[in-house]
C-alpha cells in the first residue's frame, strides 16, 4: 500500500501567484480531503470531495478551489497568494466519503509564500 | 461554533508514569471524536475514534458528556509514545482538530 502521496513536499511562491498542490489517494478510497496547517496549530479543514463532488467546504476564501478527478487523485488550486498562504497543506482520503470516516494523511506539500 | 480545546501545548512525564492528555470540545449536537497522532517524521495517523471504544497501544478515551471533554490516558508511558497528539471532532460537515499536545516521554 503506497500511502497517500502529495506533490510537490515543497513549493515557493511569491505574493499574487498561483499555485497547484496535487494528491493521490490509496487505491480504493474515493474521498479526499485538504487541510490547511500552520505553525503551531492543528490541521484546518479546507474542502472534502467524494466521487468527484464537492462534500464539504471550510471557512476559506474563494482564492481556494478544488477538484477530484475519475481516478479519485485531486488537485487544490490557490489564486491571488498571500503571505498568511504559507502553510503546510495536507491531503487525506478515506474509503467513504462521511466525515466519521478514519484519516489517512500524505506527507504534505510545504507551501512558502514570499 | 464547534471548537475542539487542547489545553496543553506540551507535557512531560517520566517513563512508566501515567499519562493524561485533555480535550475539550464545544459542540451542541452528538460529536464523533478522534484522537490523531504523528510520530517524529512520519505522517499524521488515526489513533483511535470513540465510537470504536478500543485500546490503541494502551491508549484509552472516554467520551464524557457532560464535562464535554475526551481525555487521553494510559496508565504507564513508554518512551515511543512521544509524539504530537491531535484531538479532533467531526458534526458531519467537517472534521476540526485542536492545536495538538507535544507528549515527551523521558527515560
Known amino acids: 500500500d503506497a500511502g497517500v502521496t502529495q506533490s510537490p513536499t515543497h513549493l515557493i511562491k511569491t505574493r499574487g501567484q498561483q499555485v497547484t498542490l496535487r494528491c493521490s489517494p490509496i487505491?480504493?478510497?474515493?474521498?479526499v480531503s485538504w487541510y490547511q496547517q500552520v505553525l503551531g496549530q492543528g490541521p484546518q479543514f479546507i474542502f472534502q470531495?467524494?466521487?468527484?463532488?464537492?462534500?464539504g467546504r471550510g471557512n476559506f476564501p474563494d482564492r481556494f478551489s478544488a477538484r477530484q478527478f475519475p481516478n479519485y487523485s485531486s488537485e487544490l488550486n490557490v489564486n491571488a497568494l498571500l503571505l498568511g498562504d504559507s502553510a503546510l497543506y495536507l491531503c487525506?482520503?478515506?474509503?467513504?466519503?462521511?466525515?466519521?470516516?478514519?484519516?489517512?494523511f500524505g506527507n504534505g506539500t510545504r507551501l512558502t509564500v514570499t | 461554533a464547534q471548537r475542539v480545546t487542547q489545553p496543553e501545548k506540551l507535557l512531560s512525564v517520566f517513563k512508566g508514569a501515567p499519562v493524561e492528555l485533555k480535550c475539550n470540545y464545544s459542540?451542541?449536537?452528538?460529536?464523533?471524536l478522534f484522537w490523531y497522532v504523528q510520530y517524529s517524521r512520519q505522517r499524521l495517523q488515526l489513533l483511535l475514534r470513540?465510537?470504536s471504544r478500543e485500546s490503541i497501544k494502551g491508549f484509552t478515551a472516554d467520551l464524557n458528556k457532560g464535562e464535554t471533554s475526551f481525555h487521553l490516558k494510559k496508565p504507564f508511558a513508554q518512551e515511543e509514545d512521544s509524539a504530537m497528539y491531535y484531538c479532533?471532532?467531526?458534526?458531519?460537515?467537517?472534521?476540526?482538530f485542536g492545536a495538538g499536545t507535544r507528549l515527551t516521554v523521558k527515560p
Open positions: 470513540h465510537i
Open positions: 470531495y467524494y466521487e468527484k463532488e464537492e462534500r
Open positions: 459542540y451542541s449536537g452528538s460529536p464523533e
Open positions: 487505491s480504493g478510497h474515493k474521498s
Open positions: 487525506a482520503s478515506s474509503r467513504q466519503g462521511s466525515y466519521n470516516s478514519p484519516l489517512h
Open positions: 479532533a471532532l467531526t458534526n458531519n460537515n467537517d472534521m476540526r
